[in-house]
């Protein structure tokens, strides 16, 4: 079965420092990998997402993913965050398209000014 | 484009009432929803898959008889929390494909349920 593991519960960044949360996926085939925030309050957004080609991939925001296959891996990347980055943010994966997605747990981004 | 609403967005119940939950696409047609449900701190897990015109697949560990799911239009999926428990009380959020988009799916803001 497929599976998403988050390394990172919660990190807590000053402004303008750089930020990284690492997402690694169980599964052997192909997949197709996400990366949603989650505002207080507000619904999940798409950050961006990576289905085949340039392994890396800009999203809104400043964000960027790279997917490294051989580390099972799709790290998210900002180089400099703002206050407004605070959110939760989840990694998710689907194995074929239109199929249900397989969250990570999650990671609480507190970014202090 | 591509929204999707939930409604209502917060409930509260007796327990041993149901609870209906509607997640509509307001702007796109979806003949697949999905129903997830969120513990505080913890992920976002699969409850079923609702097709529009046939019987909703569930997860395995969710009773389809006490989470009711109908997919009656391109456009709306319910959500019935039937003879709901305290431990019922949860986050549930919905999702939905576009008909023939790719696999990108649009979440709705959530229901908080609450069971008293």
């Known amino acids: 079965a497929q599976s998403v593991s988050q390394h990172n519960h919660h990190v807590i960044l000053s402004e303008a420092a750089s930020l990284e949360l690492g997402c690694n996926y169980s599964?052997?085939?192909?997949?197709?990998l996400f990366w949603y925030v989650q505002y207080p309050g507000q619904h999940l957004q798409l950050l961006l997402k990576?289905?085949?080609?340039?392994?890396l991939v800009k999203g809104i925001k400043g964000f960027e993913a790279e997917f490294i296959k051989s580390k099972f891996s799709f790290n998210l990347r900002k180089p400099s965050v703002q206050w407004s980055d605070t959110a939760e943010y989840f990694c998710?994966?689907?194995?074929?398209?239109?199929?249900?997605?397989?969250f990570g747990k999650g990671t609480t981004l507190s970014v202090s000014s | 484009g591509a929204v999707v609403s939930q409604h209502p967005s917060r409930v509260i119940c007796k327990s041993g009432t149901s609870v209906k939950i509607e997640c509509r696409s307001l702007?796109?047609?979806?003949?697949?929803m999905f129903w997830y449900r969120q513990f505080p701190k913890q992920s976002l897990m699969l409850m079923a898959t609702?097709?529009?015109?046939?019987?909703?697949?569930?997860e395995q560990g969710v009773e389809k008889d006490k989470f009711l799911i109908n997919h009656a239009s391109l456009t709306l999926s319910t959500l019935t929390v039937t003879s709901a428990h305290p431990e019922d009380s949860s986050f549930y959020i919905c999702?939905?494909?576009?008909?023939?988009?790719?696999?990108?799916?649009?979440f709705g803001q959530g229901t908080r349920l609450t069971v008293v």
């Open positions: 999702s939905a494909r576009r008909t023939g988009g790719d696999t990108e799916a649009f």
């Open positions: 599964y052997g085939g192909t997949v197709n």
């Open positions: 990576y289905f085949s080609g340039d392994p």
């Open positions: 998710a994966v689907n194995a074929q398209a239109g199929t249900a997605l397989i």
């Open positions: 702007d796109f047609q979806a003949t697949t």
């Open positions: 609702s097709n529009e015109g046939s019987k909703a697949t569930y």
